[in-house]
């Protein structure tokens, strides 16, 4: 089976409207720029993105926030971007915001194929609002599902023909655990290289996880708020 496509826009060519998307990134640290930028160009709308945050106005999904193709965002951080809380505070737009860590297992429950958890944190607050509680050895927990897409975009340094990939450092976040739990994992990486390139033990995502793989280009890469002395 070949996996490599021959760019980002190849690969959202195959995105319908209404799709869930997963986008791996922790602020502007290991997003998928390409594939970003690729579906703000085809126009793809009505999307729910789960998102550890929402970028800045003009970078990262902040670009899909500005041109209304997004109609939900699950999250956990609304951030540097002042679009995405403008949006937020007029109604214009679905939000869920989630506890970081609890954001974090549910995505890892969707993989593993738990059917929800119970966890202290939120209880007693909106966040349990709806939701199965139950106190267990004297501590309170509220029963959290898990979360799924229909496709997740990843962001890797390095990945193979097959799919396997490794990550490097803090771009690493939210990206494994998001490759899976959607059905079907797109990933963009900045070296593509042969099969027995990458030492199995360095690998972090296998390859058995991922769908698509593309060479992605011209990477910014940019700060999301410098801090200098």
Not at 83 to 95: G, I, N
Not at 171 to 184: C, G, L, Q, S
């Amino acid at each position: 089976m070949n996996k490599v496509l021959a760019g980002a826009e190849e690969a959202v060519a195959r995105i319908s409207d209404g799709a869930t998307i997963m986008m791996g990134g922790f602020g502007l640290c290991g997003i998928p720029e390409n594939l970003i930028t690729a579906l703000h160009r085809r126009g793809t709308k009505d999307l729910v993105v789960i998102s550890n945050n929402a970028g800045v106005d003009d970078f990262g999904i902040g670009i899909l926030l500005r041109s209304r193709q997004v109609r939900k965002m699950i999250a956990t951080y609304v951030g540097e971007n002042k679009e995405f809380e403008r949006q937020f505070l007029t109604s214009e737009l679905q939000v869920e915001l989630v506890p970081q860590g609890t954001f974090a297992e549910r995505i890892r429950a969707g993989g593993a194929g738990i059917g929800g958890f119970f966890t202290p944190t939120g209880y007693g607050t909106l966040v349990a609002e709806g939701k199965e509680t139950r106190t267990i050895d004297g501590v309170r927990y509220v029963l959290e599902r898990p979360l799924h897409a229909d496709f997740a975009f990843v962001k890797a340094w390095k990945g193979d023909r097959a799919g396997n990939l490794v990550y490097r450092k803090t771009a690493r976040n939210f990206n494994p655990v998001m490759a899976t739990a959607a059905t079907i994992t797109i990933a963009e990486v900045e070296q593509l290289v042969e099969p027995g390139e990458i030492d199995p033990d360095h690998v972090v995502t296998p390859g058995i996880f991922v769908r698509h793989i593309l060479q992605g280009k011209k990477y910014e890469k940019r700060i999301e708020k410098r801090t200098i002395r």
